[in-house]
Antibody
Framework: EVQLVESGGGLVKPGGSLRLSCAASGFTFSSYSMNWVRQAPGKGLEWVSS????????YYADSVKGRFTISRDNAKNSLYLQMNSLRAEDTAVYYC?????????WGQGTTVTVSS | DIQMTQSPSTLSASVGDRVTITCRASQSISSWLAWYQQKPGKAPKLLIY???SLESGVPSRFSGSGSGTEFTLTISSLQPDDFATYYCQQYNSYSTFGGGTKVEIK
């Protein structure tokens, strides 16, 4: 079964850091570009970051540029999001998603809450 | 940055109704557009990609059309399982999602 499972979310104070992980299974992870998307409580979807299959191309939304770092380990079938200098407005459910035509496989999401 | 504007933001409809949701891009995105369905507490589900291609396993009552800056998602006969929020997404330049359309029971 093709599956993505996020982990690493939690409660963190403003200015703190968190590292999210996304474990892939059931497909050849190293062949696909991947993305992080977030959804603040009661709000719509916001693209956060993208990484190509070999990590050659990396992109960030302006709202997280300079604070978040996307990476992947194809040997471990894993995608990561290092989040530093967290702000209250980063509070959201964070999803990882696979890129094919459109984004066809999504994880269940992990919740990040930034609050003092 | 490319902005995506969806309308309406909320839509009230009955089972069996034909439903149309519109998405407008701030600049041309060719056909690099997808539609997703999201239910509360769940991840989005891909319905349509490349503006008009139906994702495998998605019922044929869903269809997409458009190119350039104007796009539509049509549900030909609304079913009980279709009450959800729908998002468009451009992937011509990075990615941007529309604000969403909530389809409610009338």
């Amino acid at each position: 079964e093709v599956q993505l499972v996020e982990s690493g979310g939690g409660l963190v104070k403003p200015g703190g850091s968190l590292r999210l992980s996304c474990a892939a299974s059931g497909f050849t992870f190293s062949s696909y570009s991947m993305n992080w998307v977030r959804q603040a409580p009661g709000k719509g979807l916001e693209w956060v970051s993208s990484i190509s299959s070999s990590s050659s191309y990396i992109y960030y939304a302006d709202s997280v540029k300079g604070r978040f770092t996307i990476s992947r380990d194809n040997a471990k079938n894993s995608l990561y999001l290092q989040m530093n200098s967290l702000r209250a407005e980063d509070t959201a459910v964070y999803y990882c998603a696979r890129v094919v035509f459109g984004w066809d496989v999504w994880g269940q999401g992990t919740t990040v809450t930034v609050s003092s | 940055d490319i902005q995506m504007t969806q309308s309406p933001s909320t839509l009230s409809a009955s089972v069996g109704d034909r439903v149309t949701i519109t998405c407008r891009a701030s600049q041309s995105i060719s056909s690099w557009l997808a539609w997703y369905q999201q239910k509360p507490g769940k991840a989005p589900k891909l319905l349509i990609y490349d503006a008009s291609s139906l994702e495998s396993g998605v019922p044929s009552r869903f269809s997409g059309s458009g190119s350039g800056t104007e796009f539509t998602l049509t549900i030909s006969s609304l079913q009980p399982d279709d009450f959800a929020t729908y998002y468009c997404q451009q992937y011509n330049s990075y990615s941007t999602f529309g604000g969403g359309t909530k389809v409610e029971i009338k």
